[in-house]
């Protein structure tokens, strides 16, 4: 007998804090954590000397390039990356080539590939709407921007103002709403959770009892 395999999609803007809680959901249930944006700031790094403008160097590039997420952990053709890929250098690039439907898809085959061999939490920006449209259990998290801010604000050391990381966050709003490729939409079926004034762990709670109520305490 087959074994069940659940996904679980966690969707929502920059900032609203995707990762920590798909972390969390992940290792309450014992499922793999998927970090899609992860998977496009390896391609960042493979691609960050290479004209973007040649689609064939573009797409050679992506074609010799191995991208292996293991839970915190990202790997370039077998090389801990993860330091790196959360540089701001490489987060710029990686906001860029996300717009490159070569890249898109490229990407998405893989996300599907991993989430069907397992049971996942994936999280993103086009995870509920265009990578895992089917997934068990779909989420979509709106924390108002002041909070979001405020939260990244912190994760950055409070490096720049908090004013500036505002503005920054709306302008990523706007672009990520706006692409012609995926855009962040919230789709049907999905449960919007607004966890702006939510602990981390009442908002894993929380997505822990919809998924549980999702497949009947199975």
């Given at each position: ?28 249930l ?21 004209n ?53 898809d ?64 709306i ?38 009892d ?9």
């Amino acid at each position: 007998m087959c074994k069940k395999i659940y996904q679980i999609a966690i969707d929502g803007p920059a900032g609203s804090g995707k990762s920590t809680i798909a972390k969390q959901v992940a290792k309450r249930l014992n499922f793999q954590f998927i970090n899609t944006g992860g998977m496009f700031r390896c391609y960042a790094i493979a691609l960050q000397n290479t004209n973007l403008d040649d689609s064939n160097e573009v797409k050679k590039v992506l074609e010799q390039s191995k991208v292996t997420l293991q839970e915190d952990k990202l790997f370039l053709n077998n090389n801990d990356v993860t330091e790196l890929a959360n540089s701001a250098s490489i987060s710029k690039l990686a906001s860029k080539i996300a717009t490159m439907k070569i890249v898109r898809d490229t990407c998405l085959v893989q996300q599907r590939e991993i989430a069907s061999q397992q049971s996942c939490v994936m999280e993103g920006r086009d995870t509920t709407s265009v990578v895992l449209p089917n997934a068990t259990l779909k989420i979509f998290l709106v924390d108002n921007i002041d909070v979001r801010a405020k939260r990244r604000w912190e994760q950055s050391g409070k490096i720049d103002s908090l004013e500036n990381v505002k503005k920054a966050l709306i302008e990523r709003d706007y672009q990520d709403t706006h692409r012609k490729i995926a855009p962040l939409i919230k789709t049907p079926g999905c449960k919007e959770i607004d966890g702006s004034y939510n602990t981390i762990d009442q908002t894993v709670n929380l997505i822990i009892d919809l998924f549980n109520k999702e497949i009947g305490n199975v």
